[in-house]
């Protein structure tokens, strides 16, 4: 789970992965087995959305897959207008046909790479990101990134992220190694674990919550919690 100079998977291979796998990622308990509390996390980040943001209008879902986090936030704040984001089309799609169900806001499509959004200044009230901005690569796509999240997002504004992450401490990066590596097993045994660490070292770019924290206060948010934790994945937020 290291950053590494090891070649990273391009954004097509990341593409015709998600592409090929949208049933899957259309259902919460079946899509993310992998991922470590993640219906927890994923209650975590839209009440606290819900919290922060009671009267939001305008919801932003960064690296929306199939829709699963749009579709929880509407089920406690209804009729969003909602603009969805993805590197998939499939993905996209069927997130835009699952969404267009679940309210009666304006829904809005982008499919491109997060890097690329060219967002309205001071316009959301809430963005979601859920296991996406652990492909960002660079110190200066992570910071790109988040600078773009603050210049969108209202005064008052929240981002609520839920997502893979590292360690600073190689002692604790062992240690969670070891731990997950001991829960994937339970999934598939020793060469499903193997597999998914392979994965996740080729396609991934994780940084820690103490680097991402940080980071959010640097472009400007005001405040930082976290909101769960447990071994290499983590849901936390900012508010501007």
């Not at 897959?65 to 704040?77: C, D, R």
């Not at 679940?102 to 859920?130: F, K, P, S």
Request: charge should be negative.
């Amino acid at each position: 789970m290291n950053r590494s100079d090891t070649p990273k998977a391009t954004n097509e291979e990341i593409r015709d992965r998600f592409d090929n796998d949208v049933e899957r990622f259309s259902n919460l308990e079946t899509g993310q087995l992998t991922t470590i509390d993640a219906q927890v996390t994923m209650e975590l980040c839209t009440e606290a959305a819900k919290f922060a943001n009671p009267d939001a209008k305008n919801l932003l879902d960064i690296g929306c897959g199939a829709g699963n986090y749009t579709l929880k936030m509407l089920s406690k704040i209804p009729n969003l207008n909602c603009t969805l984001n993805d590197l998939s089309a499939p993905m996209l799609e069927r997130a835009k046909e699952r969404v267009s169900s679940a309210t009666q806001g304006e829904i809005i499509t982008i499919h491109d790479d997060m890097r690329n959004l060219d967002l309205r200044d001071h316009h959301y009230d809430i963005v979601l990101a859920a296991a996406t901005f652990h492909h960002l690569r660079t110190d200066a796509d992570w910071d790109h990134m988040f600078a773009k999240v603050y210049k969108a997002l209202k005064p008052g504004g929240s981002i609520w992220i839920s997502d893979l992450i590292t360690h600073e401490s190689e002692i604790v990066n062992s240690l969670f190694h070891e731990k997950y590596g001991a829960y994937l097993e339970t999934l598939g045994g020793k060469e499903y674990s193997q597999k998914v660490f392979d994965y996740i070292e080729y396609e991934d770019t994780p940084r820690s919550i103490n680097y991402q924290l940080d980071l959010l206060k640097k472009v400007g948010f005001s405040a930082t919690d976290i909101l769960h934790k447990n071994s290499y994945f983590a849901a936390f937020g900012a508010i501007k």
